[in-house]
């Protein structure tokens, strides 16, 4: 399959670093397994893509490599800013995929600091991992819209939400929206793209109920088309330490990864003429 | 039963995701860096900073200083354009407050006039207006030393164009009177037809 290029930060519209937050109000709803897939699907259309894993879990590394408990990230930046970035980027056999694992420094846990006490320095860790010429930051946070999460989102550019397709979830969209609002007092510039729905199962009649629910309740510019599946092949792809397309019957799903990031780059410049020429 | 509607406020929910997807005007200053880093140590006087965002005004002053306990906003038989009236507002405050470094934010956070020019100060104008706000109960003004003789005054105010949000640097946190007053000439000023 051939893919063509996306340019970013190259475009005489977009000098600067997109930073995109996958945030959620709740845990478990697919926020890595988003974050993983989008961020080789930005790569492989030929975007310089840094995953990073803010999330003390650190179900990226997890997810991606085998050493990932050895390896400095994130959270070390935080505890110690003069860390090189260049020493935290860990490379993948993607050449335009990297990714930092959120690192070591255990004693982080998400919301057991005040929103704000880290803010500087997770801006200090983006501005540094603009400065290495990506055109893309994807951020992977830990469930909630506090503490360090917050953090990243008031430092962001952007900000997607996944929600599983299923009534509890979609119970908890007032919650979510109220955190947001705060949010963006902080930071007036964060761009919403929208909600994302996440685990859709077209057999069961109750997660497609929520999902058309949801549709009705927000704004149809508020919740991507693209909607996430729960599919085996997840967990398959997880077990072998790699995203959804890199596997061999992966092609199917990769298409659900593209159709996001091409609804993603049009929220994000909708006036710029900013396009990809699909393969 | 309807497994989601009867859970929540649809209108309320619409409402706040419509807000969420306008975008922040870009015509308003952009606070470029709004953060706190380690080598910030309050803010101090310094004839360094950058100047006003908004140009002078030639204007007659509308108040007269005088160690008076009350405070009569005289914008508010001055009409005309928003910032003329915002600048009026302005020079009122340095002269009954001593006040400096005034700016005003809008109900997205987004700087809709400012004098100081520091972005940290706005920054932390927003958390302790967002940070003081209670549900149900009406914005009320908070203050926090950020120097040995300077006092940030953090004032929201309900208005026809949402929650503003005043901030200014005092030598030391205002009166209860002082603040109605202020909260006041901000009605006043931010009216959108002549009350007088």
């Known amino acids: 399959m051939l893919h063509g290029h996306v340019h970013l930060a190259h475009t005489p519209f977009l000098q600067r670093v997109i930073s995109l937050a996958v945030s959620s109000q709740k845990g478990g709803v697919g926020k890595t397994t988003v974050s993983i897939n989008l961020a080789h699907a930005f790569a492989r259309a030929g975007a310089k893509t840094l995953l990073i894993d803010a999330d003390p879990q650190g179900s990226v590394g997890l997810s991606l490599t085998r050493q990932s408990r050895l390896l400095s990230g994130f959270y070390d930046y935080l505890a110690d800013p003069s860390i090189p970035m260049e020493r935290l980027i860990v490379p993948t056999r993607l050449e335009t995929f990297s990714l930092v694992a959120c690192g070591q420094a255990s004693d982080y846990e998400a919301g057991g600091n005040g929103m704000g006490t880290h803010l500087a320095r997770v801006r200090s860790f983006l501005r540094a991992a603009a400065s290495n010429q990506f055109d893309i930051c994807i951020i992977d946070t830990a469930a909630g819209l506090f503490g360090i999460t917050g953090d990243v989102i008031v430092s962001s550019n952007s900000v997607i939400i996944p929600q599983q397709s299923e009534p509890l979830g979609i119970r908890s969209v007032p919650k979510l929206l109220d955190g947001l609002s705060r949010l963006r007092l902080m930071n007036p510039s964060l761009n919403v793209l929208g909600v994302l729905l996440t685990m859709v199962q077209n057999n069961l009649a109750e997660s497609l109920e929520a999902a058309n629910a949801l549709r009705q309740l927000l704004p149809a510019e508020m919740v991507f088309q693209t909607m996430i599946p729960r599919d085996g092949l997840f967990v398959r792809a997880s077990a072998r330490g790699l995203p959804i397309g890199a596997m061999e019957d992966g092609a199917g799903a990769q298409v659900v990864f593209d159709s996001l990031r091409a609804e993603i780059e049009a929220k994000i410049q909708p006036a710029s003429g900013l396009h990809a020429a699909y393969g | ?196």
Not at chain 2, 59 to 72: D, F, G, H, K, V
Not at chain 2, 106 to 129: N, P, Q, T, Y
């Open chain 2, 1 to 196: 039963m309807d497994p989601i509607n009867p859970w929540l406020d649809p209108i309320e929910v619409r409402r706040l995701a419509e807000s969420l997807i306008r975008r922040a005007p870009t015509s308003t200053p952009q606070v470029l860096d709004a953060g706190f880093n380690d080598a910030f140590e309050g803010f101090s006087a310094d004839s360094s900073r950058p100047t006003a965002t908004a140009p002078p005004i030639k204007l007659e002053p509308a108040y007269q200083s005088q160690p008076s306990p009350r405070y009569e906003p005289k914008p508010t038989t001055t009409r005309g354009p928003f910032l003329e009236r915002i600048c009026y507002f302005r020079d009122w405050m340095h002269q009954q407050f001593q006040a400096t470094e005034v700016f005003m934010l809008d109900r997205e956070g987004a700087v809709i006039f400012d004098e100081s020019g520091h972005g940290k100060l706005h920054f932390l104008a927003r958390s302790l207006a967002h940070a003081s706000r209670r549900p149900g109960a009406p914005a009320g003004n908070v203050h926090v030393k950020i120097g040995a003789e300077s006092t940030l005054e953090v004032i929201p105010v309900e208005t026809p164009y949402g929650c503003l949000v005043v901030g200014a640097v005092v030598s030391h946190s205002l009166s209860p009177v002082a603040v109605k007053a202020i909260m006041d000439a901000v009605q006043k000023v931010t009216s959108p037809s002549n009350p007088s």
